[in-house]
């Protein structure tokens, strides 16, 4: 169960870099295009594959009646799940057509 903690620990990694990008395209500065391009690309692409393939890798192992916890700590599943939200919020709230109106 090795592979669960490695891929926790990137999809939190990819977690952290889509709330920069976020926050890069909130604040839309001129900044340096190649580091941006990068951090963007982790979070938006990397980030909106792994982070639900995680958590949902999560419920799997949770079903199969093993101990989550003693593979990987709380923290990370309750950051990758925190991950998560943000994502479904960004992708349904944020980019509705109808919130851009009026």
């Known amino acids: 169960m090795r592979w669960l903690l490695f891929l926790s620990r990137l999809a939190f990694i990819c977690g952290i870099a889509f ?11 001129e900044n340096n295009e190649p580091i941006s391009s990068t951090i963007i690309m982790i979070g938006y692409g990397m980030g909106m594959v792994l982070v639900p393939f995680t958590v949902l890798c999560y419920l799997l192992v949770a079903f199969s009646k093993k ?11 309750i950051a990758n799940i925190i991950f998560l939200c943000v994502l479904v919020y960004y992708i349904f709230y944020l980019n509705d057509p109808y919130y851009h109106q009026g």
Request: charged content about 15%.
């Open 19 to 29: 709330l920069v990008s976020l926050g890069i395209a909130m604040a839309k500065t």
């Open 67 to 77: 101990k989550l916890r003693q593979i990987v700590p709380l923290w990370l599943i």
